[in-house]
């Protein structure tokens, strides 16, 4: 709980009125979630100096999403203040765009992917087609090193822009990154504080806007029928193990259909959890223990989550 004075300590840091005791089931792809103590959309950078250091002072724990696409939020909620970028936070500047074709873009981490990829087909810069149809957030992809079709963020991230309390904002460049898949490795500072994306340097290149439009509609024209429609859910909920993939190893234990509460494994796509109504964090937690326990005795390979919790 936050007090009173600290509440209106907070009020008075951004523009945005602050959403106390905020739902967070809308806030997230699968519709599941209880209350946060606080939700604030952060507008500029100023704000978020403002909230750390005043989070720092309070105690205060906090935590940044971005659209909510990969994450299950618990049912009680969130005992601190969730943070999400606002629309001055979430712009797309040309920074080059050379004689030989090479592209550098910054983008800040609130722009929707969508956004970005649109952006990118209308001026004809090739590098993010493999993004055509993931949601969520620049900085969420980031994060969870978002990737589809052999191609994933790592490969176009030049150099990011991150904010922590200790060092405030860092440009971090390439060599000073780490991803594996769909991780981003060093995204905690050495006091072991979360970094925030603020933006990322993309690098593309000039193609022809054509075959991008052609190559981002054919991988949209794919997940058609191959992925769950209708109901909520957050994408690949289990990471495929190396070599492996995780939706033909939950399909191979015989577990499509399978329901805990109103939580299934889809019947479309194994690897998918779906919401098919009113389901809890708690009904998709138990149908992951199920969907664990039973895939490790069926191939004796262990599968972790993708999906993130709050
Ligand atoms: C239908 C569907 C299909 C999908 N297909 C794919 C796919 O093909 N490939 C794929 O990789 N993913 C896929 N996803 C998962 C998801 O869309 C991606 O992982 C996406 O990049 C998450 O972005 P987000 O903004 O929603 O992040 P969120 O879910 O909001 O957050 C994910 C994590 O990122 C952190 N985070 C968010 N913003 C920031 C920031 N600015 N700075 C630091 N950390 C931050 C959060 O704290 C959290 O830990 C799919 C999801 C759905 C629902």
Redesign the pocket.
């Known amino acids: 709980m936050i007090n009173e004075k600290t509440k209106q300590a907070l009020s008075k840091l951004v523009e945005n009125p602050v959403q106390w005791d905020c739902p967070l089931a809308a ?4 519709g599941i979630g209880g209350v946060a103590d606080a939700l604030i959309i952060v507008d500029s950078r100023a704000e978020l100096a403002g909230l750390f250091n005043s989070f720092a002072n309070n105690k205060l724990e906090y ?9 299950l939020v618990s049912d009680a909620g969130y005992r601190g203040v969730v943070l ?2 606002g629309k001055s936070l979430s712009k797309i500047v040309l920074l080059e765009e050379s004689a030989e074709g090479n592209v550098r873009v910054r983008v800040d ?2 722009c ?2 969508a956004k970005l990829l649109g952006w990118c087909m209308d001026s004809g810069y090739s590098g993010l087609e ?2 055509s ?17 052999a191609g ?2 790592a490969d176009v991230i030049d150099s990011l822009t ?1 904010f922590s309390n200790t060092n405030k904002e860092e440009l971090l460049g390439r060599d000073q990154l780490e991803f594996v898949y ?1 991780k ?1 490795k060093n ?1 905690r500072n050495t006091n072991n504080e ?5 933006s990322a340097d993309i690098v593309l290149k000039k193609g022809d806007k054509e075959t991008i439009r052609a190559t981002c509609a054919e991988y949209r024209e794919k ?1 058609k029928g191959k ?2 429609k209708g109901v ?5 909920f289990f990471k495929n193990p190396e070599g492996d993939s995780a939706g033909q190893l939950i399909d191979a234990a015989g577990l499509k259909g399978l329901q805990c509460g109103d939580a299934m494994v889809s019947p479309v796509h194994a690897n ?1 959890l779906v919401n098919t109504g009113s389901a809890t964090a708690k009904d998709v937690k138990e149908l992951m223990n199920i969907v664990v326990e039973r895939v490790k005795k069926n191939s004796g390979i262990e599968l972790k989550p ?3 919790f ?1």
């Open positions: 806030y997230t792809s699968f935590r940044f999403i971005g659209k909510g696409t990969n994450i999400l970028f981490g609130g929707s992917l493999f993004t149809g993931i949601p969520g957030s620049l900085g969420g992809a980031v994060a969870m090193n978002a990737g589809a079709w994933e963020m991150v769909r981003w995204n979360e970094r925030v994306v603020l997940r992925q769950p909520q859910n957050a994408g690949s998918f993708e999906v993130h709050l």
